[in-house]
């Protein structure tokens, strides 16, 4: 007898039925979950689709593979005052580049600034790394395909080297082995290595040639001294192209107002004298100190090679065209002029329009009184010379980026 009060919305064959415990699958609702599984799955495969489709997918891909035509560069320390000059000039001229830099001196104001100009997918990348830490370098390098390495990355202040030595060998020395150790595992054939006329020390005659002895007096120069005797060691049974790059006292920044330089606050003391007469300038500091007015030069005062940041990189890049397997190339980077501290002190004021307060102080530990270049040799082998060789016009250049620039890069 049927139940009239009972609804009959299921025939017998289709309702689950409920049997000791179980309860048998509905054939509906089977069906229903292959479908829902098969939905998913053509979703996913879609989403893979597009994700390999965008940008940020396929940068990833251009990095960590070599491209015919396309040489892909990692600079270290590229987001310091030089290595950030190099890599614009880099980028512009259609190099690939990746950056690697611990920020404990650059500016990532500099990066954004090189990533806004250059937003192209493949074009730049920048990687937070310290050089010391030899599992994160291999890593980078195992994950990129590099062609060649200019390596900038450095602590390069004469009076902090001598305060604290080790820190300079670490950085320096230490740093440069973690790199062409993991250069040479990868097979990376092309090293561009950024020295220092610090490796020479205070030779008898001038102007210094590559041949000159080098008798570094400082840590500083000892340390980048060491690390050119490794690469050289190497290079001796090694097929890689390395160039040894040593230069002089860099000024200036970017001729269009893009990048300059931006020291920590808290090495002012150490910092180059561009950027105190800046800040004397600007009044940050009270007036400019001068170390050192009993050298055996023609005004008592120290005697430098100040070469043009746009200069030093036309070096580079141009060291880096030329680099042969199993070849090494090494190179003085100056103007061939030496200008005495007093000589850049007047021409600061006249860049700057400003009276600079000027207190003349004993020496600085480390300094060394007369230092300029011969650059026959690069300009005879490289076909590079100076031209950006006005310091006055220099000097303008880099404190129109000052003054609009009060903060540096700003908070990063």
């Not at 599992?135 to 200019?150: C, G, L, M, R, T």
């Not at 150790?181 to 561009?192: F, R, Y």
């Not at 000589?343 to 600061?348: D, G, K, P």
Request: glycine share 8%.
């Amino acid at each position: 007898m049927i139940n009239p009060g009972r609804p009959r919305n299921q025939s017998r064959s289709t309702r689950s039925m409920p049997f000791s415990g179980l309860e048998y699958a509905d054939p509906k609702k089977k069906g229903n979950l292959v479908g829902k599984i098969l939905l998913a799955a053509a979703l996913t495969a879609l989403c893979i689709i597009m994700l390999k489709q965008s940008p940020s997918f396929n940068t990833t891909n251009v990095f960590s593979k070599h491209e015919q035509g396309v040489t892909h560069v990692l600079v270290t320390g590229g987001a310091g005052y030089i290595g950030s000059h190099a890599a614009l000039r880099l980028l512009k001229d259609k190099y690939r580049v990746t950056i690697v830099d611990n920020l404990s001196r650059g500016n990532l104001g500099a990066v954004k600034v090189l990533q806004e100009l250059f937003p192209e997918p493949g074009r730049l990348q920048f990687i937070y790394a310290d050089l010391g830490d030899a599992k994160a370098v291999n890593k980078i390098f195992s994950e990129n395909a590099f062609d060649a390495v200019i390596h900038f990355a450095a602590v390069a202040y004469v009076g902090e080297s001598t305060l604290d030595p080790l820190k300079y060998y670490h950085n320096i020395t230490s740093n440069t082995l973690v790199v062409l150790e993991s250069m040479a595992a990868k097979g990376v054939k092309t090293l561009i290595y950024s020295s220092t006329c610090a490796t020479y020390g205070e030779p008898e005659k001038m102007p210094i040639t590559e041949e000159t002895p080098q008798v570094p007096i400082n840590p500083y120069g000892k340390a980048k001294k060491m690390a050119e005797d490794i690469i050289l060691d190497f290079s001796k049974n090694s097929d890689m192209g390395v160039m040894i790059l040593r230069y002089f006292n860099v000024i200036g920044s970017d001729p269009e107002g893009r990048l300059g330089e931006a020291p920590r606050p808290e090495l002012r003391d150490h910092g180059r004298i561009s950027g105190a007469c800046f800040d004397a300038a600007r009044g940050i500091i009270n007036g400019l100190k001068v170390k050192g007015t009993d050298y055996s030069t023609a005004d008592g005062t120290c005697v430098r090679d100040y070469i043009d940041v746009n200069d030093l990189v036309d070096a580079h890049v141009k060291a880096l065209e030329r680099a042969k397997p199993s070849k090494v190339g090494i190179y003085n980077v100056g103007t061939g002029k030496g200008r005495s501290v007093k000589e850049f002190v007047e021409a600061c004021k006249k860049a700057t329009a400003a009276t600079i307060k000027v207190d003349f102080e004993p020496r600085r530990p480390g300094d060394y009184a007369e230092v300029y270049s011969d650059p026959t040799k690069i300009r005879r082998e490289l076909n590079w010379t100076a031209k950006h060789t006005d310091l006055q016009e220099s000097l303008e250049i880099a404190w129109r980026w000052q003054k609009a620039h009060r903060d540096g890069y700003g908070s990063t």
